[in-house]
């Protein structure tokens, strides 16, 4: 199994920063995907970014320009810095990581961003 655990949500004034991190204990042998994902109250959990073992990485168009995700096989963790964050941002922020082979994937429990205006 692995265990995925975030931190460095919090509040912050809209225009400001926030860097996020996740670390992976556990069976992380073989991780290829490590995404973070969020969701507001109400809605669906999306995806806002990710990052291949590969180092290809993918975002969502509205985080495009002003997230950055990183990761760092060594300590086993993955980054997501937010620049000029928005009101909009304001979710529960989700760190994920997937397996190809076994297939596996894991959540963490989330750590909460909060925008204000």
């Known amino acids: 199994q692995v265990y995925l655990v975030e931190s460095g949500g919090g509040l912050v004034q809209a225009g400001g920063s926030l860097r996020l991190s996740c670390v992976a204990t556990?069976?992380?042998?073989?991780?290829?995907?490590f995404a973070w994902y969020r969701q507001r109250p109400g809605e669906q959990r999306e995806l806002v970014a990710s990052?291949?073992?590969?180092?290809?990485?993918n975002y969502a168009d509205s985080v495009k320009g002003r997230f950055t995700i990183s990761r760092d096989n060594a300590r086993n963790s993955v980054y997501l810095q937010m620049n000029s964050l928005k009101p909009e941002d304001t979710a529960a922020y989700y760190c994920?990581?997937?397996?190809?082979?076994?297939?596996?994937?894991?959540w963490g429990q989330g750590t909460q961003v909060t925008v204000s205006s």
């Open positions: 994920y990581a997937k397996k190809d082979w076994p297939p596996y994937s894991s």
């Open positions: 990052t291949s073992s590969g180092g290809s990485t």
């Open positions: 556990g069976s992380t042998s073989g991780i290829n995907v």
